[in-house]
């Protein structure tokens, strides 16, 4: 690969945002000038007059294969995420299968097709993946594991394990399992789906059983799993690693309250903690026009928890924006029934990173593109150790998304993707990228696929 100079954009670092040319050796930055300074000559020349040169998103919350074909979500949802400007995936990959066979096949399927680079977090649900925890850093170059506190005492129903192989699911198993990553790897992560099951699993029982709810609404299946069960279980954990001196990461904060009691811990917390929340807990509330095609766990709330997870990026409490992105079609998500005890809950929203962070960030609440930027790629570049990845630096990855922060664009079927639905249908967003780059390679422009895959797996 020959050398680019990217000239004449606004690049945006952690700190600032200004006009800078950038110059890409063998898919790296390779330096940094100020407009008009760099005099090599380069294989190609790419003018960005106008645009903004940000690091390209990495979503650390992908569910591909969950409810489609694993290889179709590979070849046509990452298509889709290089569109809304997304460089880097995590994928959680959960199952009762042995992660030693399944992890090399989708590595050897990836690196041929999708368009992203790419690694995976463990789901850790039957007692012989936790004792397997070495040999996945070793042998599979993993350091990231999630955990559910959502099915306690109910894993080995949910996932069809023998009885005695599972785990419980429940707070201890959160503390061995953190002693166990930190004498490890100091840098291992730990993900936690944070839901009371004390409080959810009975409340959702009076909730599907009362007949003056609408059980085809979207507050009413909020009222089934309720914020504060959600704000109960981040309390515990938070606590829990506080005593381990953990590391631990929270997955799509839903609840306001989940940031008001991270914000008011922090000052007195030992480990280390990272909070992530979704597109859509942003911009979409309990009134939303999608309706129950928006259920998803931890359900949408409303718009006053909206605003204080918006109040959380700008003050740094929420850490990083992943989507939850679980690629599927209606008749998968209706399949079992079409009110609020039955409905699949998930749904696709590959890309939707920067487009929600500049059109309601930037735009409508004037959050900085630096500190946008943090949200969008560097925090969880640092949190997961993707470690030349997501930043603005020497050395590090050329992924790129370069915006045009008035470009506008309406969701319709051609941003759907390979799915049939989007619960962001007819919304306007105010931000897209006109290039995507990955490690230097431009691989989609104005919209539009021009590049093969070229995405690879990131061992760490």
Same mark, same amino acid.
């Not at 990845?389 to 050395?395: L, Y």
């Not at 306007?428 to 696929?449: A, C, E, H, L, S």
């Given at each position: ?7 004449? $954009?606004? %690049? ?14 063998? $898919? ?10 760099? !005099? ?5 020349? *790419? ?23 694993? &290889? ?16 880097? %995936? ?30 995976? #977090? ?15 850093? &070793? ?29 419980? +699911? ?8 953190? &002693? ?42 909020? !009222? @089934? ?7 109960? @279980?981040?309390?515990? %954990? ?15 904060? #839903? ?18 903690? +990272? ?51 679980? =690629? ?14 039955? %409905? ?5 929203? @590959?890309?939707?990173? *920067? ?25 969880? @570049? ?12 020497? $050395? ?50 104005? $919209?539009?696929?021009?590049?093969? =895959? ?7």
């Amino acid at each position: 690969m020959g050398e680019m100079l990217i000239k004449n $954009g606004n %690049v945006v670092f952690e700190e600032d945002t200004y006009p800078a040319d950038i110059l890409i050796r063998d $898919g790296k930055i390779a330096a940094f000038f100020k407009p008009g300074e760099c !005099k090599e000559t380069v294989d190609e020349i *790419l003018d960005v007059s106008g645009l903004y040169v940000m690091p390209g998103s990495i979503d650390p919350h992908t569910h591909w294969g969950i409810y489609k074909d694993y &290889k179709e979500d590979v070849v046509e949802d990452s298509k889709r995420a290089v569109i809304g400007g997304l460089t880097t %995936v995590l994928q959680f990959h959960r199952h009762n299968y042995d992660y030693f066979d399944t992890v090399p096949d989708y590595i050897k399927f990836c690196d041929e097709k999708s368009m992203v680079d790419y690694t995976f #977090s463990l789901g850790l649900v039957k007692k012989s993946q936790v004792a397997d925890i070495e040999r996945y850093m &070793k042998e599979l170059h993993v350091t990231s594991f999630k955990f559910y506190l959502d099915k306690t005492n109910r894993l080995e129903e949910h996932y069809g394990l023998t009885p005695g192989t599972g785990l419980l +699911g429940n707070k201890r198993e959160v503390m061995d399992i953190l &002693k166990k990553l930190k004498e490890l790897n100091k840098d291992a992560v730990l993900c936690l789906h944070c839901e009371d099951t004390e409080i959810f699993y009975p409340e959702q029982r009076l909730t599907f059983d009362n007949p003056e709810l609408d059980q085809y609404n979207l507050s009413s299946y909020s !009222k @089934a799993r309720p914020d504060f069960g959600e704000a109960s @279980a981040v309390l515990s %954990v938070l606590w829990v690693n506080h005593v381990v001196d953990g590391n631990i990461y929270i997955v799509h904060n #839903s609840a306001g309250d989940d940031v008001r009691l991270a914000r008011q811990l922090k000052p007195i917390l030992k480990g280390k903690v +990272g909070l992530e929340t979704c597109p859509h807990y942003l911009v979409l509330d309990e009134n939303a026009p999608a309706k129950l095609n928006a259920t998803v766990v931890p359900p949408i709330r409303t718009a006053d928890d909206s605003e204080e997870l918006w109040k959380g990026i700008e003050d740094g409490t929420i850490t990083s924006m992943g989507t939850d992105n679980c =690629p599927c079609d209606l008749s998968t998500k209706y399949k079992k029934g079409k009110d609020i005890e039955h %409905v699949i809950p998930g749904f696709p929203g @590959a890309g939707m990173i *920067l487009p929600t962070l500049i059109n309601d960030g930037y735009h409508k609440r004037g959050i900085s593109l630096s500190q946008l930027s943090k949200v969008n790629s560097i925090n969880s @570049a640092r949190k997961f150790g993707l470690k030349t990845k997501g930043e603005m630096r020497v $050395g590090y990855d050329a992924d790129f998304a370069i915006m045009d922060l008035d470009w506008e664009r309406t969701i319709d079927k051609e941003l759907f993707g390979h799915c049939d639905f989007s619960i962001y249908d007819g919304m306007t967003f105010k931000g897209w990228p006109r290039y995507t780059m990955v490690r230097g390679k431009i691989v989609q422009k104005d $919209g539009k696929i021009v590049s093969e =895959p070229t995405g690879k797996f990131i061992p760490r």
